[in-house]
Every structure is written in structure tokens, then in C-alpha cells.
């Protein structure tokens, strides 16, 4: 990713603030939705771009992450009428950080293959702090090509990447 791809972000909350601040800082433009849109208000005021669903993300979007709370909100996200697999241009990257399920995880990898996009699974722990100081500890699922391809982009947001 030598280029600046355009990343999508959905689930602007204590975490997701923090990092997706951290890919704005770094020159990426951002995309983002949140259930709540005045929680966007600070990376809106920093850059980047609000878009009205997590579908409206994935399709302007190279690279879409989530952070969100809980397994039912990630398929919602995910696999809603409205969401990132309805939407995502081919060969697109999806980039799960919320601390899931590992069924879920393994179906929205199916799904994604199926469509030409690419689907990692990868939970952070440090909470809060570690996301305000882009410490986060990230542990990856999937394949080594999606690894790669989001490594720069881990690399800005935690220290300890496995």
C-alpha cells in the first residue's frame, strides 16, 4: 500500500476515534459512519468524510475497517441489506477489529471471497490508552496477502502485530 488508499472506517467510539485519527494524521483520506454521527464530528473537523451507511463506506472505499460493539453489530455491518458486502468494490480489503465471534469471522471470509474482496479478522487489545497512543496490540487472521496489504496501516495504529 505505497499509494494512499482511501480507508473507510465504521464504529467512531472510544477506540475507533483514536485510530481512525491516527490514519488521517498519517495522509490517508478517511471515510466514516457511526450509528452516532456527532461522535465523527472531531475527524469530520480533521478531514475526513462522513458517508451515510456502512454501504455508502465500502463503495468509495479500498480498505474498510470496523470496530463495533458487539458480534450482531459486526453481521449487521457486514451482511445487512445496506452493508459493506452489498457495497464493496472488487478487491477490496475488510479489515474486522471489533473482538468477535470466530463463526462470524469465518462466514463474512466466505462471503468476501466470493465477491473478489478480501476479509481479515483482527481484534486489538489496550483499550482506550493504547488507541489513544496507537500502542494497540493486533492479532490478525487471514491471509498472508491481506496481511500485507494492511500492515502499513496497522503499523500507524499498534505496536505489538501478530
Known amino acids: 500500500m505505497d499509494e494512499k488508499v482511501t480507508v473507510g472506517f465504521i464504529g467512531i467510539?472510544?477506540?475507533?476515534?483514536?485510530?481512525?485519527g491516527h490514519l488521517l494524521k498519517a495522509g490517508y483520506p478517511v471515510?466514516?459512519?457511526?450509528?452516532?454521527?456527532?461522535?465523527?464530528?472531531?475527524?469530520?473537523?480533521?478531514?475526513a468524510q462522513w458517508k451515510d451507511s456502512p454501504g455508502d463506506v465500502a463503495a468509495t472505499s479500498d480498505v474498510i475497517i470496523t470496530i463495533v460493539g458487539f458480534?450482531?453489530?459486526?453481521?449487521?455491518?457486514?451482511?445487512?441489506?445496506?452493508?459493506?458486502?452489498?457495497?464493496a468494490r472488487s478487491g477490496s480489503l475488510l479489515i474486522d477489529m471489533t473482538t468477535s465471534c470466530p463463526k462470524l469471522a469465518a462466514r463474512i471470509?466466505?462471503?468476501?471471497?466470493?465477491?473478489?474482496?478480501?476479509?481479515?479478522d483482527a481484534p486489538v487489545s489496550g483499550g482506550d490508552i493504547g488507541a489513544r497512543e496507537a500502542r494497540l496490540s493486533i492479532m490478525v487472521g487471514g491471509s498472508q496477502t491481506g496481511f500485507d496489504r494492511a500492515l502499513p496501516l496497522f503499523?500507524?495504529?499498534?505496536?505489538?502485530?501478530?
Open 13 to 20: 467510539g472510544v477506540m475507533g476515534r483514536s485510530m481512525a
Open 31 to 47: 471515510n466514516v459512519y457511526n450509528r452516532t454521527p456527532s461522535k465523527a464530528a472531531e475527524l469530520l473537523d480533521q478531514g
Open 71 to 87: 458480534p450482531h453489530d459486526v453481521e449487521s455491518v457486514y451482511l445487512g441489506e445496506d452493508g459493506i458486502l452489498a457495497k
Open 109 to 120: 471470509a466466505q462471503e468476501a471471497s466470493t465477491k473478489g474482496l478480501e476479509a481479515l
Open 155 to 162: 503499523e500507524i495504529m499498534g505496536k505489538n502485530i501478530v
